[in-house]
Antibody, heavy 118, light 112 residues
Framework: EVQLVESGGGLVQPGRSLRLSCTASGFTFGDYAMSWFRQAPGKGLEWVGFIRSKAYGGTTEYAASVKGRFTISRDDSKSIAYLQMNSLKTEDTAVYYC?????????WGQGTLVTVSS | DIVMTQTPLSSPVTLGQPASISCRSSQSLVHSDGNTYLSWLQQRPGQPPRLLIYKISNRFSGVPDRFSGSGAGTDFTLKISRVEAEDVGVYYCMQATQASWTFGQGTKLEIK
């Protein structure tokens, strides 16, 4: 059974950093691109970025709203995808979800809440 | 970025009756590889999103066959043949043809 579990969320002050993890199981993690999305309280869904599999260079793509501040990486030996978030802003407050795939997002985690507030 | 526009934004439906949600994109969603990366997701209250339909009309594993997707180019539709109580939630269309991937505003399906 495919499972994705996000962790690392919490309360953080504006300007600080936080790293989220997405731990995967039930499939060959290294074969898949992994994506991050977010959802601000009471709002719709927003794509954050994704990382390709090593077979496709392991390169990354980001939404304009986070480019230069957020970095996605992966550790295929541990089946974990990371979202490093720097220079956080209050508007980054959201539930962050990881999903499998770059174009058809078939499995989603339960999400982890990030609250950016002083 | 491609803008995705859903209508209606709210849809009160009687149990057992059909429901339909439209999604229009500001540009064609046909990718250079010939695929159209238009998906539909369901988000029940308090739950993460769930993939229903991918590439316009392909039902994901475990999705009831009362859900169907159709369309082409810039106009797409999600149909529920007979609404059940468990279908309550917000439905999003999403394009992954051209970066950045974008979503419609969401359509809230509720029971009359």
């Amino acid at each position: 059974e495919v499972q994705l579990v996000e962790s690392g969320g919490g309360l953080v002050q504006p300007g600080r950093s936080l790293r989220l993890s997405c731990t995967a199981s039930g499939f060959t993690f290294g074969d898949y691109a992994m994506s991050w999305f977010r959802q601000a309280p009471g709002k719709g869904l927003e794509w954050v970025g994704f990382i390709r599999s090593k077979a496709y260079g392991g390169t990354t793509e980001y939404a304009a709203s986070v480019k230069g501040r957020f970095t996605i990486s992966r550790d295929d030996s541990k089946s974990i995808a990371y979202l490093q978030m720097n220079s956080l802003k209050t508007e980054d407050t959201a539930v962050y979800y990881c999903t499998r795939g770059p174009r058809a997002f078939d499995y989603w985690g339960q999400g982890t809440l990030v609250t950016v507030s002083s | 970025d491609i803008v995705m526009t859903q209508t209606p934004l709210s849809s009160p439906v009687t149990l057992g009756q059909p429901a339909s949600i439209s999604c229009r994109s500001s540009q064609s969603l046909v990718h250079s590889d010939g695929n159209t990366y238009l998906s539909w997701l369901q988000q029940r209250p308090g739950q993460p999103p769930r993939l229903l339909i991918y590439k316009i009309s392909n039902r994901f594993s475990g999705v009831p066959d009362r859900f169907s997707g159709s369309g082409a180019g810039t106009d797409f539709t999600l149909k529920i043949s007979r609404v059940e109580a468990e279908d309550v939630g917000v439905y999003y269309c999403m394009q992954a043809t051209q970066a950045s991937w974008t979503f419609g505003q969401g359509t809230k399906l509720e029971i009359k």
